[in-house]
């Protein structure tokens, strides 16, 4: 039986299991005249004894006479380096690099990209800047805005054992959940991380056979049954949105983008699948209820 939200669906948020380290660092100026920079990438625990890593960037300045076409230029060397390439997968939007782990692992405070204009060409670049933080947990949930509406179905099987002519017990195992997520957008750097997808250099999202999606708690509140009550699904993973467009007609047909889910168990002993938080009458829980959305709240069972 499909159980849909009842009142009013608010603050749809997601927080990514596994998130990748990522850094960026800016192009500021192209050369004025034609020579070599040098980007140097530092990561102690990440590129191990390879750490840290150069690569010389050949400039021109009839070719490269933009921050972004330097910043290309800089992001094509990163990725055909075979040490750096192992680790991190690099691209940039204008001038501004991403250098960005290609799987999810322990946060390492090493992490630094630094120029030198070894070829005195002029050009500049500013310091590395910190985007996300490394994890294998919960990063940090993410709002979704443009939520439309939410159903799900439980997952699992009832089995009954007579004996004595009767029903001698039943067991019931949980599967969780499967359900839609119906958002009025849903924002493309969420929906890359989600299905393991990529953003290329043109800005283009790409789809590959090769994409593996990633785990995910859903949270969200349920406004209006008077407790507004707080949601979490624990291990959530998505599929491909289904489309469906439209040439023009007389009148304007909103669409949307629905999100197939599959809620799971987690992976520990556990097994939780969901958590329910009301602020209680007395007000007790009340820093875990405003914190909700902070952090991925886990039950707290003494």
Wanted: hydrophobic share 35%.
């Amino acid at each position: 039986m499909s159980n849909k939200v009842k009142f009013g669906l608010e603050k749809v948020h997601i927080a990514f299991k596994g998130v990748s380290q990522t850094k960026s660092i800016e192009v500021t100026d192209p050369p004025g005249t034609d020579g070599e920079i040098t980007v140097t990438v530092t990561a102690d625990s990440l590129l191990g004894i390879s750490s840290p890593v150069s690569v010389v960037v050949p400039l021109a300045t009839e070719t490269h006479d933009s921050v972004a076409k330097v910043a290309s230029a800089i992001v094509n060397a990163l990725n055909n380096d075979s040490d750096i390439n192992s680790v991190f997968y690099a691209r940039h939007e204008g001038g501004k690099i991403y250098l960005w782990t290609k799987v999810a692992q322990t946060n390492d405070a090493t992490l630094d990209i630094t120029f030198a204009d070894t070829g005195t060409t002029g050009a500049t670049m500013g310091t590395a800047q910190d985007v996300t933080s490394g994890t294998t947990g919960w990063g940090t949930p993410e709002h979704i805005p443009g939520v439309v509406g939410f159903s799900t179905s439980p997952e699992g099987d009832t089995t009954e054992f007579y004996a004595d002519n009767t029903k001698y017990f039943t067991y019931t195992t949980n599967n969780g959940y499967t359900g839609d997520l119906e958002q009025a957008l849903i924002p493309r750097d969420v929906l890359a991380e989600m299905l393991g997808q990529v953003i290329d250099n043109n800005g283009m999202l790409v789809e590959s056979a090769n994409d593996n999606s990633k785990e995910f708690a859903l949270m969200f509140q349920v406004q209006g049954d008077k407790k507004n009550r707080r949601l979490v699904y624990y291990r959530c993973q998505a599929d491909r949105p289904s489309e469906d467009n439209n040439t023009s007609e007389s009148s304007v047909t909103p669409t949307t983008d629905t999100l197939n889910l599959t809620m799971l168990p987690t992976e520990d002993d556990n097994k939780y699948v969901k958590g329910t938080l009301e602020l209680a009458d007395d007000n007790s829980n009340q820093a875990a209820y405003d914190g909700f959305f902070d952090a991925v709240l886990l039950p707290n069972i003494a």
